[in-house]
């Protein structure tokens, strides 16, 4: 079965400073999508980011991106100047109509 | 362009009922996708429908079902509730038919509690 690993239940990081979340999964595919989703208290899952495995460039969204390594099979999401706004479940999945998530990690902003 | 919406949000059932959740995609998607998320088990693929056909099927019990109309609205029916079925299900859609290049956008969610 394919899984997905987030490895931080739980990570915090103060107003305006970088956070980077971590994400391995495991596969035998060579083609596959990834995903950043987040989910505030109001429990909508809200896409962040998303990553074509066979593109070598990092996706970039604003503030958001990603470190892809494809051979590590490693997902990172970083978040730079952190709001906020930003607190919230953040999820990796991995997958097209069937997408499969990690156990998530529950972000705190300090202001 | 409206969202994914889902009906009801809430929904308080007793074990051994039957309950209907729906879900409304986005204009022009064709694909409609249905996850639990409980606090144990975390986010789980129950089914995934296009063009009114299941194209894809998680690892739940027969009395999970589903269904999806020619205007891409899609129903889930979960027969003879128990209380491990309390959940949020969530509903996504995506343009579909174009196998893995594909990215999905959620719904609010329906939060079911089974008493």
């Known amino acids: 079965a394919q899984t997905v690993t987030q490895s931080q239940p739980e990570m915090s990081v103060q107003e305006a400073e970088t956070v980077t979340l971590s994400c391995t999964y495991d596969t035998s595919e060579s083609d596959y999508y990834l995903f950043w989703y987040k989910q505030p208290p109001s429990r909508q899952m809200i896409l962040v980011i998303r990553?074509?495995?066979?593109?070598?460039q990092n996706a970039t969204e604003n503030r958001f991106s990603v470190n892809f390594q494809k051979a590590a099979k490693s997902f990172s999401l970083k978040i730079s100047d952190s709001q906020l706004g930003d607190a919230a479940m953040y999820f990796c999945?991995?997958?097209?109509?069937?997408?499969?998530f990690g156990q998530g990690t529950r972000l705190t902003i300090n202001p | 362009k409206a969202g994914v919406t889902q009906t009801p949000r809430y929904l308080i059932k007793t074990r051994g009922q039957q309950v209907t959740l729906s879900c409304s995609p986005i204009s022009g998607h064709r694909s409609v996708s249905w996850y639990q998320q409980t606090p144990g088990q975390g986010l789980q693929f129950l089914f995934e429908?296009?063009?009114?056909?299941?194209?894809n099927k998680g690892n739940f019990p027969g009395r999970f079902s589903g269904r999806q109309f020619s205007n891409s609205r899609s129903e889930m029916n979960v027969s003879t509730l128990e209380l491990g079925d309390s959940a949020l299900y969530l509903c996504?859609?995506?343009?579909?038919?174009?196998?893995?290049?594909?990215?999905?956008?959620f719904g609010p969610g329906t939060r079911l509690t089974v008493l």
């Open positions: 996504a859609s995506s343009l579909g038919g174009s196998g893995v290049r594909d990215t999905q956008y």
């Open positions: 429908y296009f063009s009114e056909t299941q194209r």
């Open positions: 990553q074509e495995a066979y593109k070598q």
């Open positions: 999945a991995k997958g097209a109509q069937k997408l499969v």
